[in-house]
């Protein structure tokens, strides 16, 4: 198979797995403004004619006038009868603030997303050209978002360094990035960073702190890594 077949292959393949997000189930973040409150509700709304069992992470990002990000997460399971709509959660902001804010809504089916969503507030206006540049094939802007799915406190804790290194180097990958916690044998589990599909890095959870330090600082060069290859690849693919 010769370059240019390779190159048609990767993006007939990559508008088709687009093709698969709100779909059959549509994620929306919807908004009313009340006085000087704005009321933010997150819905999934179930397109097809069969039942679902999903589940939800909802995130909110704030980054003060110091650029110090803070991350609030809600989850959840629930489940969608045919053409049924659910109100999943709400929280509400200042109408005058002025953090930058970003929600972000995610459905999952098996793990998979299968609903997305994204709304901003008071993001600049250079800010938003720059990151206009990066989106997913069905139009949602997921720039620079780490998702978390951990189950002990090793798991937490590895999170934590993660996400603070992810926010402090600046990375903003185009992609989403997961945090992840099985169960392995006996009691210990194994955490895993993954982008997407691919694994980029994965070890044996210990309760030791400088471990889980040492295991984030290796996860962020594998991910920085990552995304400067991706966009090589992009540019080579464009220069092509």
């Known amino acids: 198979m010769n370059f240019r077949l390779i190159i048609i292959f990767l993006l007939i393949f990559q508008f088709s797995n687009g093709q698969y997000t709100n779909t059959d189930?549509?994620?929306?973040?919807?908004?009313?403004?009340?006085?000087?409150?704005?009321?933010?509700r997150a819905v999934a709304t179930n397109a097809t004619e069969v039942y679902k069992s999903l589940k939800y992470t909802f995130s909110v990002f704030r980054t003060d006038s110091?650029?110090?990000?803070?991350?609030?997460?809600?989850?959840?399971?629930?489940?969608?009868?045919?053409?049924?709509?659910?109100?999943?959660t709400a929280t509400s902001i200042g109408a005058y603030e002025k953090d930058k804010i970003v929600i972000l809504l995610l459905v999952y089916e098996e793990e998979k997303v299968v609903g997305k969503d994204r709304i901003g507030f008071n993001e600049k206006a250079k800010e938003k050209e720059k990151e206009e540049e990066v989106f997913e094939d069905d139009g949602i802007e997921l720039k620079g978002i780490v998702v978390e799915e951990t189950k002990t406190k090793p798991g937490k804790d590895f999170y934590e360094f993660f996400y603070n290194s992810y926010t402090l180097n600046r990375i903003n990958g185009s992609k989403i990035v997961g945090v992840y916690e099985t169960l392995s044998f006996g009691r210990s589990t194994i955490i895993q960073v993954k982008i997407e599909d691919n694994v980029i890095h994965e070890f044996l959870g210990k309760p030791d702190i400088e471990f889980l330090e040492q295991m984030s600082k290796i996860s962020i060069r594998r991910v920085y890594k990552y995304f400067k290859d991706l966009k090589k690849q992009k540019r080579d693919i464009f220069q092509y």
């Open 25 to 40: 189930v549509i994620a929306k973040i919807k908004t009313e403004r009340i006085d000087d409150i704005v009321s933010i």
């Open 66 to 88: 110091v650029n110090k990000v803070t991350k609030n997460n809600q989850e959840g399971r629930f489940t969608l009868e045919a053409n049924e709509q659910k109100n999943l």
